[in-house]
């Protein structure tokens, strides 16, 4: 199978709680005979009441969904049942759909192909906005249990916060997720880690933790005005919260086409599904772009394009502000692939420590809930005074370079104490160095 979908993912499109409930009583084997998945398709059998079990299809791509039980809802929780037995990795790979599933995907495709004045009538948009107003709710529901929940937070105090941090955040989490907000349940969820640090404990904990529920607190009140707040911000509230943007969606949106250099990339994982962020870099329109791929924990991840190497393509960028995270039309790219850029340095123009603030403080200014910028600056390595890694550009100024980990001795190799172009995303500690650029090369660490 392709691209697995997280748990938070699949629950986002559960058009109630109480499918959520239902979707995960049934997100078991038990349930399920004859189950399988392909790169286009996930199929399955589930265990009613009756004798004959429901056939079950779901396209994640779309995603599209039919099950043979006579609910009403949509998706049924058979088949979020299905995504979520799917997400967990327990539904094996096949190299063709059962009978049932294929004869469905060949009526779609057939449909797809009909011109539009003889395809099926187009929903309504009357249903539409109501299904739609329905989750917003729904999402209003979950945050102003959070805001209640913060209150209580702060009026209480933050002694304590950091006994059994998981157990107590992860309960408000999935309240979250219940609600339909995931972003939101993952800032929550992510909580924990500002108790730790190099002796266990971070020092600066308490004044961290409150500035991350203020930021809650204000991304809560800002959805709470959804409907008030101009329509690049009410985007951008979208996108921290969680609701999903198809991507069909992002590629019918104006394509801006350049030459886009690959400048980093960065993986993490959280749980057992692995995350990858590239970002690119504009030569003609000297704009960066980020793309976003996902993939379960021991899965191969695209390069597209690897550090180093460059594409010509239309960049479609996400709604919100700033525009960052971006997506491309694989079909509309070069066959040749990614190719070498002609002369990536001088289009590049490295900035100093003072500009690269200024441009992340633009980023906040325009969304107050990101965290980083991506940056490259001018600079060399060197230590500080009580021996922290930091990234010193010409007028001396110097910043942390933060998750160096083993990092260091590459970073030193690479650079040689020279003045090089160190690209990075730019936190509030700190810049987390992803490349090195000197003569003329992009090199990835």
């Known amino acids: 199978m392709g691209e697995w979908w997280t748990t938070d993912q699949v629950l986002a499109f559960a058009p109630d709680a109480s499918s959520v409930g239902a979707g995960r009583k049934l997100a078991t084997p038990t ?3 004859g189950t399988g998945a392909t790169d286009a398709v996930v199929w399955g ?3 009613g009441s009756g004798k004959t079990p429901y056939q079950t299809v779901v396209e994640p791509a779309s995603p599209a969904y039919k099950c043979s039980c006579p609910s009403r809802k949509f998706p049924c929780k058979h088949a979020l049942g299905l995504l979520l037995l799917w997400s967990q990795h327990e539904v094996p790979d096949a190299a063709e759909p059962a009978d049932y599933a294929a004869e469905w995907l060949a009526g779609r495709a057939e449909r797809a192909a009909t011109p539009a004045a003889e395809s099926a009538s187009p929903k309504d948009p009357d249903r539409a906005a109501k299904t739609a107003a329905q989750r917003v709710d ?13 209150t209580d937070q ?43 640090g190099p002796d266990g404990r971070a020092i600066e904990w308490p004044a961290r933790l409150l500035e991350e529920f203020g930021r809650l607190w204000s ?20 996108r921290h919260v969680g609701y999903p943007v198809a991507k069909a969606d992002v590629l019918a949106a104006d394509g801006v086409i350049d030459l886009w250099l690959s400048l ?14 590239t ?78 603030k200024h441009a992340r ?10 965290q980083s910028w991506p940056v490259l600056v001018d600079g060399r390595l060197g230590l500080t005074a009580d021996a922290t890694p930091a990234l010193i550009d010409r007028t001396g100024t110097a910043i942390p370079i933060v998750e160096v980990g083993d990092r260091w001795p590459l970073l030193l190799a690479l650079t040689g104490g020279a003045q090089v172009g160190v690209f990075g995303e730019l936190g509030p500690d700190g810049i987390d160095v992803a490349s090195i650029v000197a003569d003329g090369q992009v090199i990835g660490v």
């Open 264 to 277: 980093g990339r960065r993986d993490t994982e959280e749980d057992h599904l692995q995350s990858r962020r």
């Open 279 to 356: 970002w690119l870099w504009g030569a003609g329109t000297r704009r960066f772009a980020m793309l976003l791929d996902y993939a379960p924990t021991g899965a191969i991840l695209p390069t597209r394009p690897a550090v180093g190497q460059s594409i010509v393509t239309a960049m479609h960028f996400y709604p919100g502000v700033p525009a960052l995270r971006g997506l491309y039309d694989e079909a509309s790219a070069p066959s040749d692939g990614a190719t070498p850029p002609p002369d990536p340095v001088p289009s590049l123009a490295p900035m100093s420590i003072s500009d690269a």
């Open 45 to 47: 059998q589930c265990r």
């Open 154 to 196: 702060v009026g209480h105090g933050l002694a304590g916060a950091e006994t059994d941090a998981y157990r107590r955040f992860d309960a408000v989490a999935a309240r979250l997720v219940d609600a339909q907000a995931p972003g939101v349940a993952n800032r929550v969820r992510r909580l924990p880690a500002l108790f730790a």
């Open 361 to 370: 403080a633009q980023a906040v200014f325009d969304d107050p809930w990101a």
């Open 31 to 33: 349930y399920w005979t």
């Open 138 to 150: 729904r999402v209003r529901g979950g945050l102003t249990d959070l805001q209640l929940w913060l």
């Open 219 to 238: 991304l809560a009140a800002a959805h709470q005005r959804l409907d008030q707040l101009p329509d690049a911000l009410a985007a951008t509230v979208r």
